[in-house]
C-alpha cells in the first residue's frame, strides 16, 4: 500500500470557523466531483471529518483533523493515483488555503 498523502493547511480563523468553512465546503467538493464520483461519504467525530470518495473506480479515504491554527488531512490513495500524489497534494492544499482563508 502506498504511503499515505498528508498536509497540514495553517489558518487564523479559531477552531470553530475553520471546521465551520469545512462543513459548508463540502457540499461544493461534492458538486465538484459528482461527474466523476459513485460516492462521497462523510462523518464528522467531535473535529474529525472522516471521508471516503469512490471515483473511476478507485477509492479514496482519509480524515481531515481541525486544529485551533491548522488543518491536517490524511489521506489514502490507490496506487493509481499515488503516481499523482504530488499534483494532488498541490491542488487540495491551494483549494484549501482559499477555503481557510481570512475574510
Known amino acids: 500500500m502506498p504511503k499515505p498523502l498528508t498536509l497540514s493547511i495553517p489558518h487564523s480563523l479559531g477552531r470553530a470557523e475553520a471546521k465551520r468553512r469545512l462543513v459548508d465546503g463540502m457540499g461544493e467538493v461534492r458538486a465538484r ?5 459513485a460516492s462521497v461519504e462523510d ?7 472522516n471521508f471516503r470518495v469512490v471515483a473511476l473506480a478507485q477509492t479514496i479515504a ?5 486544529l485551533d491554527d491548522s488543518v491536517e488531512m490524511e ?12 499534483k494532488i497534494k498541490t491542488k487540495v492544499s491551494h483549494q484549501g488555503t482559499l477555503m481557510l482563508e481570512k475574510k
Open 62 to 66: 482519509g480524515h481531515i483533523d481541525v
Open 33 to 37: 466531483l459528482s461527474a466523476v464520483s
Open 75 to 86: 489521506v489514502q490513495l490507490p496506487w493509481a493515483l499515488a503516481l499523482l500524489a504530488d
Open 43 to 49: 462523518s464528522w467525530t467531535d473535529d474529525r471529518l
